[in-house]
């Protein structure tokens, strides 16, 4: 076995979270099989001088070399060109394994190559092991399926193998201090016309002030159960009074009654809250793998046997559309004595 | 303009998943089965694009016979024909769909013309393989981009934004293109009375693709252990909100 290529994407002169995860995870397959492994970064021409300190300490997660690709022609993010890129780092080595980061962007630059050269790839991995102990011949692996409500064991074998890794499932790798600088290696990517055929032109910021669903720390959530669009106003209410983002399940967004940009759940926006606060949501899996990272869940619903109350911390059992109302009255009456 | 998209027949799990005795498959005997969530919005979208351009919209599904099912709900809220790869049902690789969708589209291009659109879910619900749009562009020497929440076409050009951190890129692609796209990007309709007859009576065309296998190769299913949690009854009814607010001044929220 000839080692392993990580795909990393640079932020602020560091790996991102997601592709800390992925040099976590490299590093354990790799250290398992007692080989090497390198990483691969794509920048535009412009950026490669600031990206060659970041490829350098990439050193302190145990790569060995990066290769830095770069070309003018890489100047704003293009699919197909990051993924000519790291086609032309693979085809030059002799790489048994390529591990990209489970980021939108890594995920789409990595079924490029897997299209370009005509290799199986699987997404969403949260743990690999190369069969026979030198690591060649076809690798066990273990994959999301459902957004991870489903395991599937599976064989992944291909030259190289090509997997992303499932995100927040394994710990984000820490850069060891005093450690080695990682060699640099520059590459120029061979990016051709058809290769920008589809690529970014521009970027649209977001409006408003509102709290970030992905960020909050409190997040008051509503569905089925709330009966109407107008019933909302009061878990706006009570978000407001407690600094809380709203989110909503899937059936709230598919009878029209919140916009899809406040769903949470597999097709929506995945929270991380302290508190999450369900009110009128059943708990189908398409919402409850988008809430599974919320640390505590208070759930407020009228059937006990919802089957959103195994995730419960606290429960309520009651109608939303009396008890809300009794809480946002009972915080206000605490906050005005406070 | 013609609009080919590309739909997933799965099932709709609802609470929990129940394995069936063979390991390598849901047991889906009480389950009732849907278009893929991403993919029902390409319907919706290649419905509103053929409606304001004018045109031809093909919807078509690699799956067993039943999936039959969900190119009717496709054709009962607009779209014109359905096209079914049939197979036995077995689980098929990401490479092996997407060997067999080529074939497919090259089949009905060189009968019909070429689509001006290539409509696919970003990713499927149950297997998330997140490639057969990819590797279909690919084979087909056509631009795409996925994760889509929102698409214009004007003068053969698509512009396309995809959600980012703190906003939305905008990409801009050529036509002919495959366009992979979210939840989101509109709200899909629901199929009329009089749609649902129609699509009763329209023929699927119905083919048996050959099965190329090219992994990764599914072994066994397992279901992740999880921590049910037990939850701490704060009351019932509204008589429970002084307990749930002195738990809020415990975390801190309040």
Known sequence: ?338 | MRILVLVKRVPATGGRIVLADDGRSIDTRFLGFVVSPHEECGVEEAVRLIEANGGESVVMTLGPAEAADQLRDALAVGIDRGVLLETDGSDWDPLATATALTEAVRRLEAADGPFDLILVGNESADSGGFQVGIRLAVALDRPVVTGIKALEINDGVATARRQVSGGFDIYELPLPAVVGVREGINLPRYPSVPGRLRARKKEIETSSPEKVPGGPTLDRLMLPVEQEAQAEILGHGPEAAPRVVEVLRELGVL
Request: net charge neutral; charged share 15%.
């Open chain 1, 1 to 338: 076995m000839s080692g392993i290529l990580v795909l990393v994407e640079l932020a602020g002169g560091a790996p991102d979270r997601l592709s800390a995860e992925a040099l976590g995870f490299a590093g354990t397959v790799a250290k398992a099989s007692g080989v090497a492994f390198d990483a691969v970064v794509v920048v535009g021409g412009n950026d490669a001088g600031a990206a060659e300190s970041a490829a350098a300490g990439l050193g302190g997660y145990g790569v060995g070399t990066v290769q830095l690709a770069t070309s003018d022609r890489l100047s704003s993010f293009a699919p197909a060109a990051w993924a000519a890129a790291v086609t032309g780092v693979v085809g030059s080595g002799s790489y048994d394994a390529v591990i990209a980061p489970g980021s939108d962007t890594a995920t789409e630059v990595l079924a490029h190559v897997a299209a370009r050269t005509g290799q199986p790839m699987a997404a969403n991995v949260v743990s690999a092991e190369p069969r026979q102990p030198d690591g060649s011949g076809p690798w066990r692996i273990t994959r999301q399926r459902w957004a991870g409500s489903l395991l599937e064991e599976a064989t992944l074998d291909g030259q190289p193998r090509l997997l992303t890794v499932a995100p927040h499932v394994v710990p984000a790798a820490e850069p060891a201090a005093g450690a080695a600088p990682a060699t640099v290696a520059r590459v120029v990517a061979d990016v051709t016309d058809a290769d920008l055929r589809a690529r970014v032109v521009g970027r649209d910021v977001a409006s408003g002030d509102r709290i970030s669903l992905s960020d909050a720390k409190v997040v008051v959530g509503g569905g089925r159960g709330m009966g109407s669009s107008e019933a909302f106003a009061m878990l706006d209410e009570l978000a407001g009074l407690l600094g809380a983002a709203v989110g909503v399940s899937r059936v709230a967004t598919s009878l029209g009654w919140r916009p899809h940009t406040q769903q949470i759940g597999q097709t929506g926006t995945r929270i991380a809250p302290d508190l999450y606060i369900a009110c009128g949501i059943s708990g189908a899996i398409q919402h409850i793998v988008g809430a599974k990272s919320a640390k505590r869940i208070l759930v407020i619903n009228t059937d006990p046997e919802a089957p959103i109350f195994r995730r419960a911390t606290y429960a309520v059992i009651g109608d939303v559309h009396a008890v809300v109302p009794a809480i946002t009255a009972e915080v206000r009456r605490v906050k005005g004595a406070g």
